[in-house]
């Protein structure tokens, strides 16, 4: 079955305090891997697109990486408004259909 | 342009009554998918539906549940005889095709009393 695991389930940080966040998957093939943004009572908000192993991308202080079996969210100096859950998805190669495979997410929070 | 529209934001209903949830996909997207977000739990896919066509409902509740997409207007997601189990946040998201990133509206929390 397919399957993407998290982890750590919830992470602590200092603020400036660099980590990162681990989103393992099991697919029978990978189309894309997707990170998402979760604040408290909103919606997921859209941060990266990864498709091949090697790729990284990055947005302000956070940086996408991925590997053939996981890939990597890491937060370097974070600040406090960097606090949410971070979501990772990925989309299976032989689904024409757009459908998502979510993890548990992490929750982040960063203390000034 | 306007990002994924979901309301109401917040529905209550009693046991045994329908709730609609309706979505307005961004400007130019013509892809639509559901999504469930239970307490402590993740978001699960439910159905995947282009304009008056459901693509992939492999999610969906075989009872109960039902989506459209119709050529004008919302996509709705209709529960039907609603139950405490049916208490959830309920996301929906829009893409411009089946293989672009998709973006998520602010959701539906439906609570069931």
């Known amino acids: 079955e397919d399957q993407v695991t998290q982890s750590p389930e919830a992470l602590r940080l200092q603020e400036g305090e660099s980590s990162s966040l681990n989103c393992s998957y099991t697919?029978?093939?990978?189309?894309?891997l997707f990170w998402y943004r979760q604040d408290p009572g909103k919606g997921p908000e859209f941060l990266f697109t990864?498709?091949?192993a090697g790729e990284e991308k990055e947005k302000e202080r956070l940086k996408a990486t991925l590997t053939k079996k996981e890939s990597f969210l890491h937060i370097t100096a974070p600040k406090p408004e960097d606090s949410a859950t971070y979501l990772c998805?990925?989309?299976?190669?032989?689904?024409?259909?757009?459908?998502?495979?979510f993890g548990q997410g992490t929750t982040l929070q960063v203390k000034p | 342009n306007a990002g994924v529209m979901q309301n109401p934001r917040h529905l209550v209903r009693r046991r045994g009554q329908e709730a609609r949830l309706r979505c307005s996909p961004m400007?130019?997207?013509?892809?639509v998918y559901w999504y469930r977000q239970l307490p402590e739990e993740g978001l699960k896919f439910m159905v995947y539906?282009?304009?008056?066509?459901?693509?992939?409902e492999s999610g969906m509740p075989k009872e109960r549940f039902s989506a459209e997409f119709p050529k004008e207007g919302p996509s709705i997601l209709r529960i039907q005889q609603v139950v405490r189990g049916d208490s959830a946040a309920y996301f929906c998201?829009?893409?411009?095709?089946?293989?672009?990133?998709?973006?998520f509206g602010q959701g539906t929390r439906l609570t069931v009393v």
């Open positions: 998201a829009s893409s411009r095709d089946w293989n672009t990133e998709a973006f």
């Open positions: 697919v029978s093939g990978l189309r894309g």
């Open positions: 990864l498709y091949s």
């Open positions: 998805a990925v989309q299976e190669f032989t689904s024409n259909t757009g459908k998502l495979i």
């Open positions: 400007k130019g997207h013509s892809h």
């Open positions: 539906l282009q304009k008056e066509n459901i693509i992939d």
